[in-house]
Structures are given as C-alpha cells and as structure tokens.
Antibody, heavy 120, light 108 residues
C-alpha cells in the first residue's frame, strides 16, 4: 500500500544536528513533490520545506531557512531533512507528505511522524 | 497578509451541520485544502482544490469558496468527525505553503 515512514527523530542538545529520513513505498516516488511539516506539542501544523519531484526546486519556511536542508534520493525512494543549529523551538513531531503539484491534489499521503526534542 | 484565519473551535450536535471557515488574502486566487487530524494521528486530506473530495472521504464532507473565505461543511456530523481541522493554501506567490491555526470540532 501507499506509505511514507519517517525515522531519525530523537533527543538532541541545542546547536547540534539531526537528520530525518522519509521512506516512500507503494507509489512512484519520483513523480511527487515532497514536503516536510512539523507540529510542536499542543500547537498547529507548520510547513517546513518542499522539494520538487526532480530536486530542482526547494523552498523553506523563514523559521528554518539557512539551518535546514531538504534533499531526496529517488533511486532509494527516500526524502531527507538535515537539521543543523537546532533550537529548543524546533521541538516537534516532524511529518513528511507527498503532493502531485501539477494536479494540485494536495498533500494526500502523510507519514506517521517522528518526534524531535531539542533540550539541554 | 499571507496568513489564514480559522475559528479556534466549533461545536455541533450529532446529525447536524458543522461549518468551519477559513479566511485570508491568498484564498482569492489560490486553492484551499482541508486536513482532518484526530488525536495522536497524522493529518488526513479531506478536501482539495477548494471543493474536491479525495477518494475514501465520506460525501458529508464538502468545501466551498467565496472571495477570501473558504468553508468546510460537514453535513450530518458524526462522533467520529471530532478532531482538529486545518485549512491550507499557498502564499501570494504560489510558492510557500501556509496553514490556518486549526479548528477543534466537537460533536456532542
């Protein structure tokens, strides 16, 4: 079945780095743009970054630009989020989601999320 | 402003109609999307392109758009529809994703 599975979350100290991974299966991964989103405890959804299907275009939220890097390996059906210079306010559950941009069909498949806690 | 505004909460009796609004400047020329999030679960897309319903989403979910406001309507709300609902669009440039603050729907 169509599935996205995130991994790589954990507890990390401020200013350290962490890399999240999102593995896709059950669909043609290279046909989709991929997003990272997050949700801080008790808060709403926040978009983090998007990467086009061929990795030619990437965009970031102001809150993470310059610290986070989104990338993908279509040969491995995998999306990544490299998070550097982490801050306490980056604590959240991080989700990946796919979107078929040309069809404007929305983020129709989400992963279950991976929790990141930034704390000293 | 490129932000989207939703009411924090909406309550409805079972079987009645619930309406959740979302307003913001981008909505006048960008599509809106709605996501349902139940406690402890990942969000689920329930409406795309303002009023389209993905396969598997019950017909009681519908969406509409007028100017800078979009509305999610749940006709005949059921207990299982309780959760948080988020509207989403893109900013004026069509590049950056924006979410509303979310609306907690209570069915009681």
């Amino acid at each position: 079945q169509v599935q996205l599975v995130e991994s790589g979350g954990g507890v990390v100290q401020p200013a350290r780095s962490l890399r999240l991974t999102c593995a896709g299966s059950g669909f043609t991964f290279r046909d989709y743009a991929m997003h990272w989103l997050r949700q801080a405890p008790g808060r709403g959804l926040e978009w983090v970054a998007v990467l086009s299907y061929d990795a030619s275009n990437k965009y970031y939220a102001d809150s993470v630009r310059g610290r986070f890097t989104i990338s993908r390996d279509n040969s491995k059906n995998t999306l990544y989020l490299q998070m550097n210079s982490l801050r306490v306010e980056d604590t959240a559950v991080y989700y990946c989601a796919r979107e078929e941009l040309f069809a404007k069909s929305g983020m129709d498949v989400w992963g279950q999320g991976t929790a990141v806690t930034v704390s000293s | 402003s490129s932000g989207l505004t939703q009411p924090p909460s909406v309550s409805v009796s079972p079987g009645q109609t619930a309406s959740i609004s979302c307003s913001g400047d981008p909505l006048s020329f960008q599509h809106a999307y709605w996501y349902q999030q139940k406690a402890g679960q990942a969000p689920v897309l329930v409406i795309y392109k303002d009023s389209e319903r993905p396969s598997g989403i019950p017909e009681r979910f519908s969406g509409s758009s007028s100017g800078t406001t979009v509305t999610l309507t749940i006709s005949g709300a059921q207990a299982e529809d309780e959760g948080d609902y988020y509207c989403q669009s893109t900013d004026n440039s069509g590049t950056y994703v924006v979410f509303g603050g979310g609306t907690k729907l209570t069915v009681l």
